[in-house]
């Protein structure tokens, strides 16, 4: 409706009648100078649809949707995304129950640091991908009472989220989850991470999952199934503090990338690659590049030849049927 006004600075919607709008899609899309925006008096009994209604109202500070009727909206995915200067987001009214899409919903929120969330009713999403991703002043959100049972793209969801120290995802299921890439890429201050609850069995996509976690010690992924995953490719890239890694779940018999998968973890000093298999594998360039001097890797050579061909020469191998 507003979408092609973007040099609009001002906007009175006292006297609009949205009784029976179903489509608030791309409403107020680029209205890139609107700093503020009253909605108290709208309807939004009928609407179905809410895609990118506010996206790149780069200087709006304050929405307040506590008075918005939502309950048969389906779509909010990009709603807010690169809404760059807000620091209040009230949302606390809002009613997804209905809601399948929420793909890039608070993208990019460059400048809030706090959202309750913990209301959302999310057991109808599908899509979640890059739903946090550039939040970067966003601290810790509580995401446990998210319901994602029938979620089947999570990529990118915390990305590039830098001020998150932690996260309870213990009641994420994942079962359904096909896509996990860039999941938790460049969140450079988390410091620990328990995915144990997690059900990876249908999983597609992994690469990059952990890139650039600077500052996680440990990851436990004995419960990982990673049978259906072709590309490894930049998995634990950059994880500097990583010390103990358990892959036991990691299965990569249909691996064909696997390229800058462990580089510059440097704090490793023993990788357990047991049960990996690596016959399909056709890239294996800087897999252990810049890693520590002294790094173990225990291997089934039979299985694994290409890549131990291919390993950079400071590593020891261990046979694992020598021990």
Known sequence: ????YSSLNSLNLSKINSNNVQNMRFMFYNCSLLSSIDLSN??????INMRNMFKNMNKLKKLNLSKFITGKVTDM???????NSLIELDISNLDTTKVKYMSYIFSNLFSLKYINISHLSTSRVLDMSNMFQGCKSLSNPDVSNLVTNN???MSHMFANCKTITSLNLLNFNT????DMSYMFYHCENLESLDLSAFNTNN????????DNCKLIQELNLKNFNTSLVSNFSFLFNQCNSLKNLNLEGVFTNEAVDMKFMFYSCYNLSRLDLSKFITEKCENFVNI????NQELIV???PMNNSELINNIENYVKIINIYDL
């Open 1 to 4: 409706m507003f979408y092609k």
């Open 175 to 178: 079962l359904n989850v096909l």
């Open 151 to 153: 979620v089947k793209n």
């Open 298 to 300: 225990y291997l089934n």
């Open 203 to 210: 999983l597609l996509k992994i690469n990059n999952m952990f």
């Open 288 to 291: 252990f590049g810049d890693c």
């Open 77 to 83: 995915s990009h709603m807010f995304e690169n809404c």
């Open 42 to 47: 709208f309807n939004t009994d009928n609407v």
